[in-house]
């Protein structure tokens, strides 16, 4: 009997063992032509992504695809299903995890007018019988604007970039640095950090629900700063601050509307571009270098 129990247990052990697939993708684009509108978006799912600019004008990417099952059946479904894929339109080259019940494309329609996921569970169970990663190792002209997502297991590292930013992150932090120009940085859990090499001249916009932003800027910052927080507070060593009108925000609602404050507002020097800091259970810590 109790050879026929391991016999059973070793069974079990084997069966429930997951299967592996782990590959390298290597690929290189080009834009066709150089343009200030030209974009690299690159969104993810499961995974990370790390990006580099450089003084080049090849966009090298590589992603290490990891596909876990139960089985081999299960493993080749997910090999087949879940891919690297990729869009060309012109001035703005998208690279996406697709496969799947998770649709991707231009989304339209309730003030979005963006490249995003949308997941079609109608005709299929949206929890797959494979687990996914992508994890994402991308080199691109400095001078390109990026967009960024991923959701699960990964964060967003981006260093010298002279074009916009978007990064957007659900659980996982952000880290941008050797930042020029305007950037949005967004998180749900995780922390915000961001260091400027020259002060950018276009509006920025930063949040996180649960984690703390840390900026850092050059020298001589001259902004207007607005902050919001639930359970945060705002940390400078700022000494040019000037207070700011607070902001209403008036909400329309059956009964009516009603009027809410909208953070705090001060003015850096002579004021300038938006730096806008939001979080609801964390700090902002906003310095000079």
Same mark, same amino acid.
Request: proline share 2%; charged share 25%; glycine share 10%.
């Given at each position: 009997?109790?050879?026929?129990?391991?016999?059973?247990?070793?069974?079990?052990?084997?069966?429930?063992?997951?299967?592996?697939?782990?590959?390298?993708?290597?690929?290189?684009?080009?834009?066709? +032509?150089?343009? =200030? &509108?030209?974009?690299?978006?690159?969104?993810?799912?499961?995974?990370?992504?790390?990006?580099? $600019? /450089?003084?080049?004008? &090849?966009?090298?990417?590589?992603?290490?695809?990891?596909?876990?099952?139960?089985?081999?059946? @299960?493993?080749? +479904?997910?090999?087949?299903?879940?891919?690297? @894929?990729?869009?060309? @339109? /012109?001035?703005?080259? #998208?690279?996406?995890?697709?496969?799947?019940?998770?649709?991707?494309?231009?989304?339209?329609?309730? $003030?979005?007018?963006?490249?995003?996921?949308?997941?079609?569970?109608?005709?299929?169970?949206?929890?797959?019988?494979?687990?996914?990663?992508?994890?994402?190792?991308?080199?691109? =002209?400095?001078?390109?604007?990026?967009?960024?997502?991923?959701?699960?297991?990964?964060?967003?590292?981006?260093?010298?970039?002279?074009?916009?930013? &978007?990064?957007?992150?659900?659980?996982?932090?952000?880290?941008?640095?050797?930042?020029?120009? =305007?950037?949005?940085?967004?998180?749900?859990?995780?922390?915000?950090?961001?260091?400027?090499?020259?002060? =950018?001249?276009?509006?920025? @916009?930063?949040?996180? !629900?649960?984690?703390?932003?840390?900026? !850092?800027?050059?020298?001589? !910052?001259?902004?207007?700063?607005?902050? +919001?927080?639930?359970?945060?507070?705002?940390?400078?060593?700022?000494?040019?601050?000037?207070?700011?009108?607070?902001?209403?925000?008036?909400?329309?609602?059956?009964?009516?509307?009603? #009027?809410?404050?909208?953070?705090?507002?001060?003015?850096?020097?002579?004021?300038? #571009? !938006? #730096?806008?800091?939001?979080?609801?259970?964390?700090?902002?810590?906003?310095?000079?270098?």
């Amino acid at each position: 009997m109790k050879l026929i129990t391991l016999i059973i247990l070793i069974l079990l052990a084997i069966a429930g063992k997951a299967q592996t697939f782990t590959e390298t993708i290597a690929k290189e684009f080009k834009f066709e +032509k150089s343009d =200030p &509108k030209n974009t690299l978006i690159l969104a993810n799912i499961n995974g990370s992504i790390k990006v580099e $600019g /450089y003084e080049g004008d &090849k966009i090298m990417i590589e992603a290490v695809r990891t596909i876990k099952a139960k089985t081999d059946a @299960r493993l080749e +479904k997910g090999k087949a299903e879940m891919q690297l @894929r990729q869009i060309d @339109r /012109y001035d703005t080259i #998208v690279f996406y995890a697709g496969g799947g019940c998770q649709q991707f494309g231009y989304q339209t329609g309730n $003030g979005k007018n963006r490249w995003s996921y949308h997941w079609n569970c109608r005709d299929r169970d949206c929890n797959p019988e494979y687990d996914y990663k992508f994890d994402f190792t991308v080199k691109v =002209p400095n001078t390109v604007n990026i967009e960024l997502s991923t959701i699960n297991e990964g964060n967003i590292k981006v260093t010298h970039m002279k074009g916009a930013v &978007k990064a957007n992150n659900i659980n996982g932090a952000i880290e941008l640095t050797g930042l020029e120009g =305007p950037t949005e940085a967004s998180t749900i859990n995780g922390d915000v950090d961001l260091d400027y090499s020259k002060n =950018p001249k276009g509006n920025c @916009r930063y949040y996180t !629900l649960n984690g703390d932003i840390n900026a !850092l800027f050059q020298k001589g !910052l001259t902004a207007n700063m607005s902050f +919001k927080s639930f359970n945060g507070d705002l940390y400078t060593n700022l000494d040019n601050l000037t207070s700011l009108p607070v902001e209403l925000e008036k909400e329309e609602g059956k009964n009516g509307y009603h #009027v809410k404050v909208g953070g705090s507002k001060y003015k850096i020097r002579q004021g300038g #571009v !938006l #730096v806008d800091f939001e979080t609801f259970n964390g700090d902002a810590i906003v310095k000079e270098k």
